[in-house]
């Protein structure tokens, strides 16, 4: 298992959260939520905010209890061997169908608009051996990476927000407000509760290994919120800027956005840049889930040592991504039907469970310590 010797700073751990709240959501989520809420998308993306909080609020309470513990040690101190290995096996499915569904995501990407010509399988193996090697230089290094690269990840998103300023059309296309109803909404919200919120709880994992435990619950939240506020601004500019229908139409709206700057014939055609922030959000998002894999399969088959097994876990991730997701049409609707109910399996119920039963036996005990007395 990883050493307990590493450690993250709590601004480390918020730009994470930021990051992996952003992750492939800042890429193709709006398509999602305009399809379903069309105009009144960025009001979903507002309700998927309070969602996330609500769920950070139910991780900080499972944190809270045993601070000390990453989840998977968690899930064994509450549900027992038995039980709990059959937990950390299905959380170990999860991370290993996420790693390969972020890999597909950022293939699918990159060959499509960027490097048509390469075939998806080079790009994937580039990617993956890059993940391999950031999770066996350790959670330090790849997260000081992120913290270097942070700053242009959040000087972007300013600038593409100014640049289009003069191009929003906040009255014609954000309007009416609930024309159908508030169902589409809430049915809008609740994928985005599922991809990206829920999945914040693999950041459990690696919450031991922060410095100052005691702040692990707020920085979720700043982190959760930072990440959430990005998402509305995406959602915003995009139906305001290309409209709700036309974003429905898009698969990476983000990218098409940055296609429309033009500030005086001089700064303009920056989607190459733009590809790039994406990329960066990807990676990031994407080594976070691949050191979770890692550290979820060590613990539950007690493998010594995490590296040895980066390989042919990374190798699996790669041939995943191309035999369960075999084009992109299958891929999203998969994504869109049956992904968000998969997580919050994994994001809600399961730490529901969790802190029912943690609860239950501490007060059993409490009541049978006190008729002892």
């Known amino acids: ?138 959670l330090e ?45 809430l ?28 702040k692990i619950r707020k920085s979720m939240l700043l982190g959760v919120l930072g990440g959430g506020i990005v998402l509305v601004i995406i959602n915003v500019l995009s139906i305001a800027v290309l409209g709700a229908d036309a974003t429905a139409g898009l698969s990476y709206p983000t990218y098409e956005l940055a296609k429309e700057i033009s500030i005086g014939n001089f700064i303009q055609r920056i989607e190459v840049l733009a590809g790039g922030i994406i990329f960066i959000s990807l990676f990031v998002k994407s080594i976070i889930v691949f050191y979770v894999m890692i550290v979820i399969v060590t613990h539950t088959f007690h493998v010594s040592n995490y590296r040895i097994i980066t390989l042919p876990l990374g190798m699996l991730v790669m041939v995943l991504s191309i035999i369960i997701f075999p084009n992109v049409i299958y891929f999203r609707n998969l994504a869109f039907v049956f992904w968000p109910t998969f997580t919050l399996l994994h994001g809600l119920i399961y730490p529901v469970l969790l802190l029912g039963i943690d609860s239950l036996r501490r007060r059993l005990n409490k009541t049978k310590a006190s008729l002892e007395k």
Do not use: C
């Open 1 to 138: 298992m990883p050493t307990v010797k590493e450690k993250i700073s709590i601004r480390q751990f918020i730009i994470l959260t930021v990051i992996f709240t952003m992750g492939s959501s800042v890429l193709n989520g709006t398509t999602m939520l305009v399809r379903l809420a069309h105009q009144d998308a960025w009001l979903a993306s507002i309700i998927g905010i309070i969602y996330g909080v609500l769920l950070v609020l139910l991780y900080g309470l499972l944190t809270q209890r045993h601070p000390n513990l990453n989840l998977a040690d968690y899930i064994d101190k509450v549900l027992g061997k038995w039980f709990g290995t059959l937990m950390k096996l299905s959380f170990s499915i999860y991370t290993l169908l996420l790693s390969s569904a972020l890999l597909r995501t950022l293939g699918d990407f990159l060959t499509t608009l960027i490097l048509p010509e390469t075939p998806i399988q080079a790009v994937e193996i580039v990617f993956m051996l890059t993940l391999i090697m950031g999770v066996q230089l350790g």
């Open 141 to 185: 290094t790849f997260t000081r990476t992120s913290e270097f690269l942070f700053p242009f990840i959040m000087s972007f998103i300013i600038l593409i927000a100014l640049f289009l300023l003069p191009q929003m059309k906040l009255v014609d296309n954000l309007s009416p407000v609930l024309e159908n109803g508030i169902n589409p909404v």
């Open 187 to 214: 049915s809008a919200s609740y994928r985005l509760l599922g991809i990206p919120f829920a999945e914040l709880i693999l950041l459990l994992m690696i919450t031991p290994h922060i410095t100052n435990r005691k």
